[in-house]
């Protein structure tokens, strides 16, 4: 009994690592990381700086890979050695947020001169023990052993869903670490998303995904990730089976929605077809399929990890009780693409202030402004839009919110406005910030009007006076700028 639990404290307690042992400390490099966002409410101001710092692991030369969270809104990167003296200034090579990866690079080369790439495997079963390195300031190596809990999709930031491992594990308190490195065998088989504050699990983004995102990169055209573009529910409802004519045929899911322009809508798939199959793998009512490499898994993983973008995936439907067998040439979604954006990093919100009424378009950053519960807390009938983007305001389209009034004698009655959606301005139809500049220049009547969409108040401004007002609100509030409609 003894020596039962002196095995199970042995490998649950960190160890501490003597020189001798084959710590990565040639294949990793500290980064440390200040951030500055703005303050999606008052979209002109920026946030105080931050700070971050996690350990990047060398893929290539120069090159270490880190998550993007850690480089997120980046105004300054900087590299050091562990266990050396010195840094050196770096700079984010390349970022993909739907991924959550990103590489990092030293200004001067010969700083990660001696550095070495580490090669990437991926694990195959629940149960396989990986190693997990910390160092403290002093460089001491620190390893944490544990083992692959699952592997399963799971969400890697706003609006992604990918292959993720999770693992039991115990670290070591050496001091915050934003993105650690998980090896097994001496090779890096992924790097850590997210730990809890106790340091006893992790959830890893794995080697298949960090693969395909180091070889999407490698022919200089970075394509992304691909998404299908459709939604599905389980088919276990006796029910929904007869609805959908299955009865007993086959297993498949129903196809509950087709996002407009996808590679899904392009193949011909529509909303309520049964899917059958994707890529030759039949596929069972939960909407999951046997993987060759991790057992059973979502369809999800078949369309954005094992394939990539270009490649032609066989489906088979089941439509009005007749099978029809489609092609679908998979393709990444674009950040822009999206009515509402998921995230929005690295430049200033879009926005446009005409005499104190400050104008902006719906994101889901705007959304984040009201804290992790904004889901309940933000106004609710911007949350049910944003979630039904594809919808409600439609592909190629933004939501054009009045977001507040900044006083002026001018709008004097109209500060209660506020996160109201614009229907037009002087009867012209507003879907973008572009469209409401455009509004208030193409005519020059004597007064501007405003309507709303689910508002039947409307706002009258005297233009005579616009121009005076908008330079009022601009010296009282110190705004260096009263729109922005570009990217940097």
């Given amino acids: 009994m003894k020596a039962l639990v002196a095995s199970i404290l042995l490998f649950s307690l960190p160890v501490l690592v003597s020189a001798g042992q084959d710590a990565p400390?040639?294949?990793?490099?500290?980064?440390?990381?200040?951030?500055?966002?703005?303050?999606?409410?008052?979209?002109?101001?920026?946030?105080?700086?931050s700070s971050r710092r996690g350990l990047g692991?060398?893929?290539?030369?120069?090159?270490?890979?880190?998550?993007?969270?850690?480089?997120?809104?980046?105004?300054?990167?900087?590299?050091?050695?562990?266990?050396?003296?010195g840094k050196s200034t770096a700079r984010v090579k390349h970022v993909d947020y739907l991924t959550n990866l990103a590489?990092?690079?030293a200004?001067?080369?010969?700083?990660?001169?001696?550095?070495?790439?580490?090669?990437?495997?991926?694990?195959?079963?629940?149960?396989?023990?990986?190693?997990?390195?910390?160092?403290?300031?002093?460089?001491?190596?620190?390893?944490?052993?544990?083992?692959?809990?699952?592997i399963e999709l799971g969400m890697y930031g706003s609006d992604s869903a990918m292959l993720i491992y999770k693992l039991d594990i115990k670290l070591a308190p050496v001091g915050s670490s934003f993105v650690l490195p998980v090896l097994a065998g001496g090779k890096l088989i992924g790097l850590s998303m997210s730990y809890t504050a106790t340091g006893q699990s992790m959830t890893v983004i794995p080697a298949m995904v960090i693969s395909r995102f180091l070889t999407d990169l490698d022919d200089g055209?970075?394509?992304?990730?691909?998404r299908a573009g459709f939604s599905f529910s389980n088919m276990e409802d006796p029910q929904l089976r007869k609805y959908a004519k299955l009865n007993g045929k086959r297993d498949g899911v129903y196809i509950s929605d087709v996002g407009p322009g996808g590679a899904a809508e392009l193949a011909g798939l529509e909303a309520g077809d049964v899917l059958l199959s994707v890529a030759g793998f039949d596929i069972d009512r939960r909407g999951e399929y046997v993987d060759p490499d991790f057992d059973r898994q979502s369809i999800a993983h078949l369309t954005t990890t094992r394939h990539v973008s270009g490649d032609v995936v066989p489906l088979t439907v089941l439509r009005d009780g007749e099978f029809m067998e489609l092609s679908m040439t998979l393709k990444p979604l674009a950040l822009d693409e999206y009515p509402s954006l998921p995230f929005l990093y690295d430049r200033p919100p879009?926005?446009?202030?005409?005499?104190g009424f400050v104008f902006q378009e719906l994101c889901r950053e705007m959304l984040k402004s009201w804290g992790g519960d904004w889901p309940s807390a933000a106004p609710?009938?911007?949350?049910?839009?944003?979630?039904?983007?594809?919808?409600?305001?439609?592909?190629?389209?933004?939501?054009?919110?009045?977001?507040?009034?900044?006083?002026?004698?001018?709008?004097?009655?109209?500060?209660?406005?506020?996160?109201?959606?614009?229907?037009?301005?002087?009867?012209?139809?507003?879907?973008?910030?572009?469209?409401?500049?455009?509004?208030?220049?193409?005519?020059?009547?004597?007064?501007?009007?405003?309507?709303?969409?689910h508002n039947s108040e409307r706002i009258v401004i005297d233009t005579a006076s616009l121009g005076s007002e908008t330079k009022l609100v601009q010296m009282r509030y110190r705004i260096p700028r009263m729109a922005h409609l570009g990217e940097e």
């Fill in 350 to 355: 879009r926005f446009v202030i005409v005499g």
């Fill in 221 to 226: 055209e970075y394509q992304g990730f691909p």
């Fill in 57 to 85: 692991t060398c893929v290539r030369p120069n090159q270490f890979l880190v998550t993007a969270d850690l480089v997120r809104n980046a105004t300054f990167v900087e590299l050091e050695r562990v266990g050396e003296p």
């Fill in 107 to 150: 200004l001067d080369a010969s700083f990660t001169s001696k550095h070495e790439a580490l090669a990437l495997t991926d694990v195959k079963a629940v149960g396989d023990a990986t190693a997990v390195w910390q160092f403290e300031n002093n460089g001491t190596p620190v390893l944490g052993e544990g083992r692959i809990k699952a």
């Fill in 380 to 453: 609710r009938r911007l949350v049910y839009y944003e979630r039904n983007q594809w919808d409600l305001i439609g592909p190629d389209k933004r939501l054009v919110i009045l977001t507040r009034v900044l006083p002026t004698p001018g709008n004097i009655g109209y500060q209660h406005f506020r996160f109201e959606m614009v229907k037009s301005v002087n009867d012209a139809e507003i879907q973008s910030l572009e469209d409401l500049v455009a509004a208030f220049q193409a005519t020059d009547p004597e007064f501007q009007t405003i309507r709303f969409r």
């Fill in 25 to 49: 400390t040639k294949s990793v490099i500290r980064v440390h990381v200040t951030s500055q966002s703005y303050v999606f409410l008052q979209p002109w101001r920026k946030t105080k700086p």
């Fill in 103 to 105: 590489l990092v690079e």
